[in-house]
């Protein structure tokens, strides 16, 4: 059965920082690009993050640029989102997806499973 499992939300201050874990059972997560979205009441799901399986490359939304990195541990089936100087409006339930892109992306459609998220409130 392929399962997306993350981890490490929570609630921090604006200016914090928080390390979410994307990890998988019944596929391995190292030949697929990973990506990691959020989504707020209301609000259509976006494209945080992407780290592709081909070579390794990211991409970022503009918003979380110089804050946010992703990378991928191979040794432990797994894949990060380091979240830096954490702002209000990165408050989300935070998704992490696979997709058989070689290439990474933030395109929703192009992600076939999904974990069942994770909360990251900032708040004062």
């Known amino acids: 059965q392929v399962q997306l499992v993350e981890s490490g939300g929570g609630l921090v201050q604006p200016g914090g920082s928080l390390k979410l874990s994307c990890t998988s059972s019944?596929?391995?997560?190292?030949?697929?690009?990973i990506g990691w979205f959020r989504q707020v009441p209301g609000k259509s799901r976006e494209g945080v993050s992407s780290?592709?399986?081909?070579?390794?490359?990211?991409d970022y939304v503009d918003a979380v640029k110089g804050r946010f990195a992703i990378s991928r541990d191979s040794a432990n089936n797994a894949v990060y989102l380091e979240m830096n100087n954490l702002k209000p409006e990165d408050t989300a339930v935070y998704y992490c997806?696979?997709?058989?892109?070689?290439?990474?992306?933030?395109?929703?459609?192009?992600?076939?499973?999904w974990g069942q998220g994770t909360q990251v409130t900032v708040t004062s």
């Open positions: 780290i592709g399986w081909k070579d390794g490359t990211s």
């Open positions: 019944g596929f391995n997560l190292n030949y697929y690009t």
């Open positions: 997806a696979r997709s058989r892109s070689f290439a990474p992306h933030l395109l929703n459609r192009g992600y076939d499973a």
